[in-house]
């Protein structure tokens, strides 16, 4: 089937979705989790298929880690579906309400999108979590993964549209493409007036082939080449939990910070102990001028500044003011995550409203931005554009709106 | 200067017009409508060169009457900007907020998207109101108008920059972009990353042009294939004054119906009577066999049912139940704007549930989708997508957010 007619097929999915009510929609989710906890020794052993490929092919432990679903990971699947269950349906609600001068009542509620495309790599687990949010928010999912995990996203998709079905909403809610070849994403992108959004979760060359190729309206995800910068003002011992957490709790995430910025002002006080306790946690730092002076600092490249390192590296620049900060994060950050850590009201207040990013993070770690840390309870990606969806998306993200305007006969 | 170099002053403007208050834009607004009174003479001078050119090129009257400026449309122009000057700034409001259990103060604030590039046909007038719109936002605009109205434009703009520099902010927030040349579009579309949203405003060829070729996120606006459904429990009188005032308030905007969809039920008693009044009305029928089976009705042909006709046209087809004109609704419509009529609670529900538009009309005109009558005040388009904006866009709908956490040393 061509990614053209399975894309018609949601189509007519998303109609009856958009209709199903929460407890539908959560009867379903629940259903699919029990599935697939029964069915853990089957997608167990279609993924031993996925694994046993990497192997041969003679990719690093820690891929096939990622790749690998164990009885465990396949229950913590069913569970994210479970919690999905659980959290408020955002479809129907009443975004905004007026009584006209002339008695019109007009409304305007969320609906969903209709027809989610999702292209994503990687971890099989994010087969199940996109398709419950769709699910859970109203659309139809058309879930483009990974070629490395062909064979245990089929697996969890054929658990998953029998579920559905068997809970009385229609199977191709969720339907999963072909990811053996790049056509279906070539297709994918160009299903126009069939797909409504298209989500890529993935690395910064995919995101930017579907930004420049698709037509169909992308909502662009998460590259964070994220700064804390360390004002004059800032509470040295704060300042210095910030820089660690955000570069080292976890490397490979968006979220992470990638490049330190200081005052000048603080170039005997803090600067020294922040190289050398970054240097104890393990962290290459690749410094300006300024920074490279001290012992254990490599002279950063041109390059470095717009890294997203993913790694045990950050780069570090000394600054003179907020505003050369303010101006290297405009040149160089990726809008994603930016912090400052002061004590000073005026600093804070200047830098937040200056600083053109989804997040913004005052003497707190980068690693906050997510949806989790912020309360949604679901998120399916980590937006880095400013139309529709900034930062963390939850359930509200992925639907529309439209206005129901009730009347007696009114005309103009 | 290229519109490259434009765009990359328009960034530099945006930073401080992001962060202008209220007061401070209201200020501008009242100067910029001020010095257009002021200048009457001057604009209007301007303009009768471009209404010389329209004339010498053999436009037709229409064409030439929308293109006038008098002293009192350029009034009219300046009443625009003072009453942006009263409607409240969207840019600050806290959108969403929490305190997170770990402290962490949790606030989604309302904030410009930066630049805003708006392409556009026709009328001067929209230059100002487009100038002004985005400005009360906080947004610099790259305005590209038409070149019939080049002259008029130019005018307007350099009195426009003026005033919003002597009120203190930077001119760069409004620019005019070559109209002489396509490339100026083309080049426009293409530079992402320095221009944040582009919102094409005029026929279906430009829209469609910008939406396949823009690399720049894109707000559509307005094809209008708009449906009346009389569905059989309708009130006949108010169907009848539905269904006129749709199609005959108003034939060239885009929310004017464009096809109406009465049930068979309806074939005796109401049938006749509506084909006779929108004969009478000058309207011509363009039907399905049945209702071209009545006189004076035009049998259509398979291209009629998609058209945006913008003139004194209707089709007219008859459909067995209210799915069967969901059915062609979601087959033809450009998900615009879709009415129905009926005293059924039960279908009204259905419909409006089912319909898949930016407004859904329940006993009231499709003309009643404008930002003017939903109360918002000003109307920079009516987007006809589902993501970020759908129906008629105000002020809010030219913003993004930004999530703004405070702590006080938090780490993960």
Partial sequence: MTVHQQAAEARVAAIELAAATRAEKDAALLLMAERLVERTDDIVAANAVDTGNARDGGQPESMIDRLTLTPERVAAMADGLRQLAALPDPVGDVVRGSTLANGLEL??????????????????????????????????????????????????????????????????AVQLLDASTRDSVKELMRARGLVDVLIPRGGASLIKTVVEESTVPVIETGVGNCHVYVDEAADLEKALGVVLNSKTQRLSTCNTAESLLVHSALSESFLPLVIEELINAGVTIHGDPRAAAFDGVVPATAEDWGKEYLSADI??????????????????????????????????????????????????????????????????????????????????????????????????
Wanted: charged letters at 20%.
């Fill in 107 to 172: 409304r305007q509620v969320r609906v969903p999108f209709g027809v989610v495309g999702i292209v994503y790599e990687g971890r099989p687990n994010v087969t199940a979590d996109a398709a419950g949010i769709c699910l859970k928010s109203g659309n139809a999912a058309l879930l483009r993964g990974s070629g490395s995990a062909m064979s245990s996203n089929a697996a969890i998709v054929s658990v998953l549209r029998k579920a559905i079905a068997d809970s009385g909403l229609p199977a191709n």
């Fill in 315 to 412: 780069s570090l620049a000394v600054v003179d003011s907020l505003d050369d900060a303010l101006d290297h994060i405009r040149r160089f950050g990726t809008g994603h995550t930016e912090a400052i850590v002061s004590e000073s009201t005026t600093a804070v207040r200047r830098f937040a409203a200056r600083v053109d990013a989804a997040a913004v993070m005052i003497n707190a770690s980068t690693r906050f931005t997510d949806g989790g840390e912020f309360g949604f309870g679901a998120e399916i990606g980590i937006s880095t554009q400013k139309l529709h969806a900034r930062g963390p998306m939850g359930l509200p993200e992925l639907t529309s709106t439209k206005y129901i305007v009730t009347g007696n006969g009114h005309t103009r």
